[in-house]
């Protein structure tokens, strides 16, 4: 069966310093992969997403950056985190030659820029 | 035109009440129209989903009615529980958008004992 696994699962970081935050699919191959942020009581913004190695497409211009290194490990990350990079990054993943199929969420990171 | 809207953006129910979320879209595109639920702390998990070709689809106490003409979606949750108690998004996708799901803004419902 597919596992996703997101971590960490919690992490707070000072202003000004790097982030990295890792996500791997397992039990498929050639999966679509998206990272979304969810604000405190807010929706899901999508932020990125692959459909293949090394293919990003971004979806907010912003101070993050995501990288897919191998088929099935997705990256988030940044140089110098801001205060409004607080949120809840979930990632996603689903089966690339089906837009309708499932989009199978991570128990996602809760980031705190202090 | 990308927009879903999502109503109410929370609800309370007493238990073994009827909850219902509405959900509005305007892009002709979008063929599946996704519900998923959300606990605290966790990531969201696929509830039920729809294709327009119906007009309602019911999987134990949770149905999906679908009004194409007027282009809305509702979910409605019979028998309300407070495990219940969680956060809902609407979505829909179209075929050539990458699988890119456009979420509603999310409703927290609240089911009271």
């Known amino acids: 069966s597919q596992t996703i696994h997101q971590w960490p699962a919690t992490l707070v970081q000072p202003v000004g310093s790097p982030l990295s935050l890792e996500c791997t699919v397992e039990g498929t191959s050639n999966p679509n992969l998206y990272w979304y942020r969810q604000a405190a009581g807010r929706g899901l913004q999508l932020l990125f997403y692959?459909?293949?190695?090394?293919?990003i497409s971004s979806e907010v211009p912003q101070n993050l950056s995501a990288s897919r290194p191998q088929d099935r490990q997705f990256i988030l990350s940044s140089k110098k985190l801001l205060l409004s990079d607080s949120g809840f990054y979930l990632c996603?993943?689903?089966?690339?030659?089906?837009?309708?199929?499932?989009?199978?969420f991570g128990n996602g990171t809760r980031l705190t820029v202090t | 035109q990308q927009q879903v809207k999502q109503s109410p953006q929370s609800l309370i129910v007493q238990k073994g009440g009827i909850s219902i979320i509405n959900c509005a879209y305007e892009?002709?595109?979008?063929?599946?129209f996704p519900w998923y639920q959300q606990f605290p702390g966790k990531g969201p998990a696929l509830l039920i989903a729809?294709?327009?070709?119906?007009s309602e689809k019911k999987e134990g106490r949770f149905t999906i009615s679908f009004n194409k003409s007027a282009k809305q979606f509702s979910l409605h949750i019979m028998d309300s529980q407070p495990g219940d108690s969680a956060t809902y998004f609407c979505?829909?996708?179209?075929?050539?958008?990458?699988?890119?799901?456009?979420f509603g803004q999310g409703t927290i419902l609240t089911v009271h004992p």
């Open positions: 692959s459909v293949g190695i090394g293919q």
């Open positions: 996603a993943w689903k089966v690339s030659r089906r837009y309708n199929s499932p989009l199978h």
């Open positions: 892009n002709t595109a979008f063929d599946y």
């Open positions: 979505a829909a996708v179209g075929g050539t958008s990458y699988g890119k799901l456009t």
């Open positions: 729809i294709r327009p070709d119906v």
